[in-house]
Structure formats: structure tokens, C-alpha cells
């Protein structure tokens, strides 16, 4: 694990050069992740959502159907445009540009999904997310991981960035699920009780 969390601007060019870089519309891969991802959640509803690394949009809006609100962030841009048009007639979903873990937002959510975005941050990145979600954690909050596992040239590993990440948090948590699928995993973990 070494090197810093990607910035927005490689993001920015990347957008530029293709709409959609990873083929959320169309790879069976990514359609293959979302029916898996969605799958975990159990048949929930959530009342308060969290979205971390929406990109364009496409998870946004199948997530959509099972939370009374969404808030979805990315840092970049041009992905959020395409997000805010996919979503246009879904009151309940909102977007907001935000460079984690700086950026924040105010609430406590009983639902955080962060998806395919760990392992662009270094390892003390990682660290304070995960810091940040368990501040933000409702009493029965479920919190679902999504990494890629293949080779990658970024600051951490799927497999580094989630192991880190489930490493931070306290007993009032559980991982209940890891799931390793072909290129990604699955990881889930739930907040049983009070609030301490």
C-alpha cells in the first residue's frame, strides 16, 4: 500500500476521453456487481442513504427504489451530470460533488454503500472514511463495501482497501458478509444498538 489518493482532475480527464469509462451501462461485469450488491441489502428499506463513488448514476438509480432518501456523491463532475439526468424524476435522490474523506456531508445514514472508490485513496484515507462512517452510523446501519480485486495501479488493492477498512471499526459493528466473487468482492457490515 503506498501513494496518495487519486484527485479529481484524473477523474476530470478521464470523463473527457469516455462518458461512461467503465461501462456502468453496459458491461455484463457491472450489471452482473449491481444485482449482487443490491442482492446483500436483504430486501431492506432504508429511510436514510449514503452513496459513496456513485459515478454516472446507473447504481443511483437502482438503489433509489429501496430508500425514502439518497444522497450520492463523486468527485467528478462530469460523472455527477450524467447522474443528475438519469435521475431527474427521482425526488428522493440528490447529488453532490465531494473529494473524500474531506468533504463530508452532515447527517447519520442507516444505509452507506461505497462502491468501486476504496481503493483510489491511500491507506490514511481509508482510515478516516471509515472513521466518518462509523460517526454516522444510525443504530441498525448497514454499511456495503464493492471492490474490484483484479490488478489495479492504484494506491491500495480492492482486497487492502477493504481488509483496512473493516479493520477500523469497533465491536458495535459486525462483518456479517464477505462475499468473493470473479474480479470483485462483497463486503458487509452491520451496526446493531445504540449509539454510543
Same mark, same amino acid.
Given at each position: 500500500?503506498? %501513494?496518495?489518493?487519486?484527485?479529481?482532475? +484524473?477523474?476530470?480527464?478521464?470523463? !473527457? =476521453?469516455?462518458?461512461?469509462?467503465?461501462?456502468?451501462?453496459?458491461?455484463?461485469?457491472?450489471?452482473?456487481?449491481?444485482?449482487?450488491?443490491?442482492?446483500?441489502?436483504?430486501? /431492506?428499506?432504508?429511510?436514510?442513504?449514503?452513496?459513496? %463513488?456513485?459515478?454516472?448514476?446507473?447504481?443511483?438509480?437502482?438503489?433509489?427504489?429501496?430508500?425514502?432518501?439518497?444522497?450520492?456523491?463523486?468527485?467528478?463532475? !462530469? &460523472?455527477?451530470?450524467?447522474?443528475?439526468? #438519469?435521475?431527474? %424524476?427521482? *425526488?428522493? +435522490?440528490?447529488?453532490?460533488?465531494? @473529494?473524500?474523506?474531506?468533504?463530508?456531508?452532515?447527517?447519520?445514514?442507516?444505509?452507506?454503500?461505497?462502491?468501486?472508490?476504496?481503493?483510489?485513496? !491511500?491507506?490514511?484515507?481509508?482510515? #478516516?472514511?471509515?472513521?466518518?462512517?462509523?460517526? &454516522?452510523?444510525?443504530?441498525?446501519?448497514?454499511?456495503?463495501?464493492?471492490?474490484?480485486?483484479?490488478? @489495479?495501479?492504484?494506491?491500495?488493492?480492492? =482486497?487492502? &482497501?477493504?481488509?483496512?477498512?473493516?479493520?477500523?471499526?469497533?465491536?458495535?459493528?459486525?462483518?456479517?458478509?464477505?462475499?468473493? #466473487?470473479?474480479?470483485?468482492?462483497? *463486503? /458487509?457490515?452491520?451496526?446493531? %444498538?445504540?449509539?454510543?
Amino acid at each position: 500500500m503506498s %501513494g496518495e489518493s487519486w484527485k479529481a482532475d +484524473v477523474f476530470d480527464r478521464l470523463y !473527457a =476521453d469516455n462518458p461512461d469509462p467503465w461501462g456502468f451501462e453496459s458491461s455484463p461485469y457491472e450489471q452482473a456487481k449491481y444485482a449482487d450488491t443490491l442482492a446483500q441489502l436483504d430486501g /431492506r428499506r432504508f429511510g436514510e442513504a449514503l452513496e459513496l %463513488g456513485c459515478s454516472i448514476g446507473v447504481m443511483s438509480q437502482a438503489l433509489a427504489a429501496c430508500c425514502d432518501r439518497l444522497l450520492s456523491l463523486d468527485l467528478a463532475e !462530469a &460523472a455527477l451530470a450524467r447522474a443528475r439526468q #438519469r435521475c431527474a %424524476g427521482l *425526488d428522493r +435522490v440528490s447529488f453532490r460533488r465531494a @473529494t473524500l474523506p474531506q468533504d463530508w456531508p452532515d447527517g447519520c445514514f442507516d444505509l452507506v454503500l461505497v462502491s468501486e472508490m476504496l481503493y483510489f485513496l !491511500a491507506p490514511a484515507d481509508i482510515v #478516516r472514511l471509515a472513521e466518518r462512517c462509523i460517526d &454516522a452510523a444510525e443504530p441498525d446501519c448497514t454499511i456495503l463495501l464493492v471492490n474490484w480485486t483484479g490488478p @489495479t495501479d492504484t494506491p491500495t488493492t480492492g =482486497d487492502e &482497501a477493504a481488509e483496512l477498512f473493516c479493520s477500523c471499526f469497533p465491536e458495535a459493528f459486525t462483518r456479517d458478509a464477505t462475499l468473493h #466473487r470473479d474480479r470483485y468482492r462483497l *463486503d /458487509r457490515l452491520h451496526r446493531s %444498538g445504540s449509539r454510543s
